[in-house]
């Protein structure tokens, strides 16, 4: 299966009741499909929900802050949601709803074949490398096999976090530094330049 019938099928995608309720649309994903790096997030936001683009909202500039720190831009890399749906009220997403979108992320990881992932937050961390505690697991990389392919993997503290902590300029270089990780382990500029 390629990229776009991916998506379309899951443009219409019916599996969670609840999601199909409170999501306006379904937010695929946006950015390069041929990218070599893959960001996941936790789910849409309000924001998201209304655009129908992944981190759009406050948490998406603070990604672009820190994307811009390696010379990176949203179309030097693809970024998806660990669902694919806004929850009501932003609340955390079900076990059942990843697990409905556990093939959607499979699959999208496998035509994209990515260098590396990064995880932003919990949820998406625990999604893709089955370990908890984003504070303790951030910056660092891991490998780990998908699809009978190994992928190195940078989980980071979520966007949010900072903006729940009043914009702490202490965690923001600290989240700087672990942008520099995955910097560091795949120069990300020179890779596209190679692919035009
Ligand atoms: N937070 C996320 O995890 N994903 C988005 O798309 C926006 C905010």
């Not at 948490?59 to 820190?66: D, F, M």
């Amino acid at each position: 299966m390629e990229f776009n019938d991916l998506k379309q099928t899951y443009l219409s995608c019916s599996k969670c009741p609840k999601l199909c309720q409170s999501r306006s649309q379904v937010v695929f994903g946006s950015g390069n499909p041929h990218a070599k790096v893959l960001f996941i997030g936790e789910a849409p936001g309000a924001e998201e929900d209304k655009q129908g683009i992944p981190f759009c909202g406050s948490s998406g500039q603070v990604l672009n802050q820190l994307l811009a720190t390696i010379e990176l831009s949203r179309e030097d890399i693809f970024i998806t949601n660990t669902i694919l749906c806004r929850p009501e009220n932003n609340r955390n997403p079900e076990k059942e709803e990843v697990e409905n979108c556990r093939d959607r992320l499979d699959r999208l990881i496998k035509i994209m074949q990515p260098k590396v992932i990064v995880t932003i937050g919990n949820f998406a961390t625990e999604r893709i490398l089955k370990k908890k505690g984003i504070t303790t697991l951030r910056g660092k990389v891991f490998t780990t096999t998908i699809n009978s392919e190994e992928v190195k993997v940078v989980p980071v503290i979520h966007p949010a976090n900072y903006l729940y902590n009043g914009r702490n300029p202490e965690l923001f270089e600290s989240m700087k530094r672990d942008f520099q990780v995955i910097d560091s382990i795949v120069n990300i500029k020179k890779e596209q330049k190679k692919l035009m």
